[in-house]
């Protein structure tokens, strides 16, 4: 794996690692972890295609990181805007990938997801076993009192949320990497 390989990898599993932990213990991804890694992969891969190819490489890989982000960040905006997720989830996708560009990021997209639909269904068993099945539903699938206001609506998604979108998007990342770096190459 060349130099500049191994300072993206490592970024992008720093950069996930901490959003996993953050996410999962605040339930949300604070606009400084994933504004600050958005500008980072955009210094990176501007260094990197100057270095490789003048302004040229430089345009190409701006284009490649402002191709993953719009790929990230489209996905997200949807499903936030149909009410999956929130909206740190969306900025987390876009800067995730301005750092791996497009087919990475969709690639992690995919593997998220189904990380997402195995990890809901052990949840609701977990919960099944342990709390009882209309408990369980209550919790998750039902919405208790009518929110007052939109801070009572937000607390309401996240308390019912299955888990928080940057564990399962962290290890699809990983998953994603590991194939591409060292099992398909």
């Not at 805007?81 to 996708?93: A, E, R, S, T, W």
């Not at 209309?134 to 607390?155: I, S």
């Amino acid at each position: 794996m060349s130099p500049d390989r191994i300072i993206l990898v490592v970024c992008v599993v720093a950069f996930t690692s901490f959003a996993a932990v953050t996410d999962w213990r605040l339930k949300k991804l604070p606009n400084k972890l994933t504004v600050s890694a958005f500008v980072a992969a955009l210094v990176f891969h501007l260094v990197y295609g100057l270095v490789r190819g003048g302004a040229i490489g430089a345009g190409q890989q701006l284009l490649f990181a402002l191709a993953g982000f719009g790929t990230g960040f489209g996905i997200l905006l949807v499903l936030w805007l149909i009410g999956g997720g929130g909206g740190g989830d969306v900025k987390f996708m876009g800067a995730l990938g301005a750092w791996l560009g497009a087919v990475l990021t969709f690639q992690v997209f995919i593997v998220s997801a189904i990380l997402i639909a195995f990890g809901g269904i052990l949840v609701f068993a977990w919960g099944f076993i342990d709390k009882g099945m209309m408990r369980t539903r209550a919790r998750y699938l039902e919405k208790n009192e009518q929110p007052r206001n939109e801070n009572d609506e937000q607390r309401q998604r996240v308390r019912r949320r299955l888990m928080p979108f940057g564990v399962p998007a962290a290890l699809a990342t990983w998953l994603v990497l590991f194939f591409s770096e060292f099992v398909l190459k």
